[in-house]
Nanobody, 123 residues
Framework: QVQLVESGGGLVQAGGSLRLSCVAS????????MGWFRQAPGKEREQVAA????????TYADSVKGRFTISRDNAKNTVYLQMNSLKPEDTAVHYC????????????????WGQGTQVTVSS
């Protein structure tokens, strides 16, 4: 039972900031590393950032490193993505997903990508 609900997206001007939230249901949240992914129209889904189950380690795509920060609050079953200095190329639907490890793949068989949350950055 890993059900995730993303929120926090919206329309923002280039250079602005957004904070995305991903709330997980059930008691299994703390057992997983978590990742944020994004998919723009006509593009493949790509990983933006990931964080270990305890929050001690994280990784970022080169395109967002230095601008985005992933964090988690296991007491709230929530993972966050703070996005600063947003660029138009950040425009995409953003999803969260559990991972085997911080640097590994999403959990095998995971298919509950859900609706995601739309981030639109205007120039």
């Amino acid at each position: 039972q890993v059900q995730l609900v993303e929120s926090g997206g919206g329309l923002v001007q280039a250079g602005g900031s957004l904070r995305l939230s991903c709330v997980a249901s059930g008691r299994t949240f703390r057992s997983y590393a978590m990742g944020w992914f994004r998919q723009a129209p006509g593009k493949e889904r790509e990983q933006v950032a990931a964080i270990s189950w305890g929050g001690a380690s994280s990784t970022y795509a080169d395109s967002v490193k230095g601008r985005f920060t992933i964090s988690r609050d296991n007491a709230k079953n929530t993972v966050y993505l703070q996005m600063n200095s947003l660029k138009p190329e950040d425009t995409a639907v953003h999803y969260c997903a559990p991972k085997v490890t911080t640097g590994g793949p999403v959990l095998p068989g995971f298919g509950s990508w859900g609706q995601g949350t739309q981030v639109t950055v205007s120039s």
